[in-house]
């Protein structure tokens, strides 16, 4: 069974940068696909980014440019640079993953996540 756990969500100001980690557990995987959702009170879960076995990452429009999503090379760890943050940047923060279930992915759906992290709670203040 692979484990996730969210690290690195703090307070931080308007502009300023933070980076969540997201330290994966478990099983030996072939394929894989890690992606970061959020969530904030009162809203849906949206997915943030993905990365892939493929060496494929993706990002909602709201991100592009200012968060960036990698992974080590032991597939421990992923990680997700957030830079340039905004209020409405604040939300629980997860990391989810689909492994072993081939290349193809709808990214930013749910369904397609099999594990999730318990999330981590980022801040940023006006």
């Known amino acids: 069974e692979v484990q996730l756990v969210e690290s690195g969500g703090d307070l931080v100001q308007t502009g300023g940068s933070l980076r969540l980690s997201c330290s994966i557990s478990?099983?030996?995987?072939?394929?894989?696909?890690i992606a970061w959702f959020r969530q904030a009170p009162g809203k849906q879960r949206e997915p943030i980014s993905c990365?892939?076995?493929?060496?494929?990452?993706y990002y909602a429009e709201g991100v592009k440019g200012r968060f960036t999503t990698s992974i080590d090379d032991a597939k421990t760890q992923v990680y997700l640079q957030m830079n340039d943050l905004k209020p409405e940047d604040t939300a629980t923060y997860y990391c989810?993953?689909?492994?072993?279930?081939?290349?193809?992915?709808?990214?930013?759906?749910?369904?397609?996540?099999?594990?999730w992290g318990q999330g981590t709670q980022v801040t940023v203040s006006s």
């Open positions: 990365i892939t076995s493929l060496s494929k990452t």
């Open positions: 989810a993953a689909r492994v072993n279930k081939g290349i193809r992915i709808l990214w930013g759906m749910l369904a397609e996540y099999d594990y």
């Open positions: 478990g099983p030996t995987f072939r394929d894989y696909a």
